[in-house]
């Protein structure tokens, strides 16, 4: 628990300094404790304006960090500076100890920093299993060249692959699914099967935009559920979530934003009875 807590830098406040170390990968491929993610002084700005004013946010191994606050208060944008989708104008992201500020998304999914996102046309025109597999890593499909020159390899990824597939398939009761194309899938089935395929790679982080929009409030429940199975894998997830109940079940912590910069922070009953996030969502 002291471990946990020692990730635990939210603020708007100046530069690094109270932030904790980043952390290291040890020598066993485990990481040490410490964060997974840190981000530090992230400013967003479209034309000038700040929709993302020097937000810092730390989350741990096994974390839940929400990110609430009113309409345009930066949530997405900020989510998308951490992923790289939306570009940052200042500010410094560490993922597992390694500086990835400036690289492209692709480059910190493969370091480990997955994210959901809407639906694609693709996910639409594919089988579930078609979306897991093409989410795996280095699976954009094997070249003629790579099975030509290394069959034996080829076939050993794609089986690896397959294997991982029907894993979180069956983790996930979804196997009835395994056929069905994505636009086949009800609301709920299609947030899962979003999450299913970020962790074909196997993250360390994992960021989502308002993922129970679109769920049935009767599978509310069962996603509650599935980010906690997650969790105990000992990702980090940070959810930017409308729904305060789902906040209120799901985060160890949580942060509000309004005006693009952190108002508040703590737990969800810390910062539900805070006098500045009541005034910001009645203003
Ligand atoms: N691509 C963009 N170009 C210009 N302004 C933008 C862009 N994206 C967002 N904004 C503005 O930046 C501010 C923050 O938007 P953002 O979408 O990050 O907020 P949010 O907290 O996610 O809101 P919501 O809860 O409605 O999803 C808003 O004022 C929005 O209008
Ligand atoms: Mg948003």
Redo the contacts with the bound molecule.
């Keep these: 628990m002291a471990e946990r807590e020692e990730g635990f830098g939210i603020s708007t406040a100046s530069p690094s300094t109270a932030l904790p170390v980043a952390t290291e990968v040890a020598s066993d491929g485990g990481y040490t404790a410490g964060p997974v993610l840190v981000a530090t002084d992230v400013v967003v700005s479209?034309?000038g304006?700040h929709?993302?004013d020097r937000v810092s946010i730390s989350v741990a191994r096994g974390e839940i960090v929400g990110v609430i606050?009113?309409?345009?208060?930066?949530?997405?944008?900020?989510l998308?500076a951490l992923g790289g989708q939306v570009k940052r104008s200042g500010g410094d992201i560490s993922l597992l100890g390694k500086d990835i500020s400036s690289m492209l998304p692709h480059q910190r999914a493969r370091l480990g920093l997955a994210r959901t996102f809407q639906t694609t046309s693709e996910f639409a025109k594919m089988t579930v299993f078609e979306n897991l597999i093409t989410s795996g890593e280095g699976n954009a499909g094997a070249s003629l060249k790579e099975v030509v020159l290394h069959p034996r390899k080829t076939a050993q990824r794609e089986r690896a692959m397959t294997d991982r597939a029907w894993e979180i398939l069956q983790r996930f009761e979804m196997e009835h699914t395994v056929n069905l194309y994505g636009r086949e899938l009800s609301g709920g089935q299609r947030r899962l099967v979003e999450i299913m395929r970020c962790l074909m790679r196997d993250p360390a982080v994992l960021l989502l935009?308002?993922p129970m929009v679109g769920v049935a409030p009767h599978l509310t429940g069962k996603l509650i559920e599935d980010l906690r199975a997650i969790r105990r894998d000992g990702l980090g997830i940070v959810i930017?979530e409308?729904a305060l109940e789902v906040v209120r079940q799901l985060c160890d912590r949580v942060v509000v934003?309004a005006f693009?910069k952190v108002i508040a922070q703590g737990s969800f009953e810390e910062v539900v009875q805070d006098a500045s996030v009541q005034a910001a969502y009645l203003s």
Excluded: Q
Aim: net charge negative.
């Design positions: 479209y034309g304006v929709a993302v606050g009113p309409n345009g208060a930066g949530k997405s944008s900020f998308g935009d308002e930017v409308h934003m693009g």
